[in-house]
């Protein structure tokens, strides 16, 4: 294993990128309930290496060579073009107006709650159904009060 990181500015052309790798990866690894061992295995670098994606000190995180990029795009089925997004080599699409103002919360949300279900063992999957909707059902009641339910 080889290590494939480098401190790189955050900036493409004339264009300032602000790289949240870290932050996605510490998400995502949570929603799935990996830790850094699992995520370097899988990606197929030294623990050491996976760490200092993670680091949350800018001084110390590194960000993953455009290979390393690829590679932990596969090892999470992510698409390889969000990944070096969100290294920074790559700018965010621009002109795409948020639906939401939330709607960045929404997709952690989301994909937290897919990664919990897709790594639902098939014994718990009844449970984990009933618990879901049960879940869902009593938010809806919860926001179906309105406002004043905050009061």
């Known amino acids: 294993m080889t290590d494939m990181s480098v401190v790189v500015p955050a900036a493409t052309a004339n264009e300032q990128v602000d790289p949240d790798l870290h932050i996605v ?5 949570e929603a799935r309930g990996w830790g850094v061992g699992k995520l370097a295995d899988e990606v197929g670098v030294r623990f050491g290496v996976a760490r200092r994606w993670l ?9 993953p060579l455009p ?7 596969r090892a999470l089925e992510w698409d390889v073009l969000d ?17 939401d103002p939330h709607e960045g919360e929404i997709r952690i949300f989301k994909r937290r709650l ?6 639902t063992p098939e014994r718990q999957w009844p449970f984990t159904m009933a618990c879901v909707q049960v879940m869902l059902d009593q938010l809806q009641a ?9 009061d």
């Open 25 to 29: 990866l510490r998400e995502e690894l």
């Open 55 to 63: 680091q949350p000190d800018d001084e110390q995180r590194v960000v």
């Open 67 to 73: 290979a390393m990029c690829i590679r932990i795009a």
């Open 83 to 99: 990944v070096f997004r969100h290294a920074g080599y790559l700018p965010m699409p621009t002109g795409e107006v948020p639906r």
């Open 114 to 119: 897919e990664r919990m279900l897709q790594h």
């Open 142 to 150: 919860l926001l179906s009060r309105g406002p004043d339910l905050l």
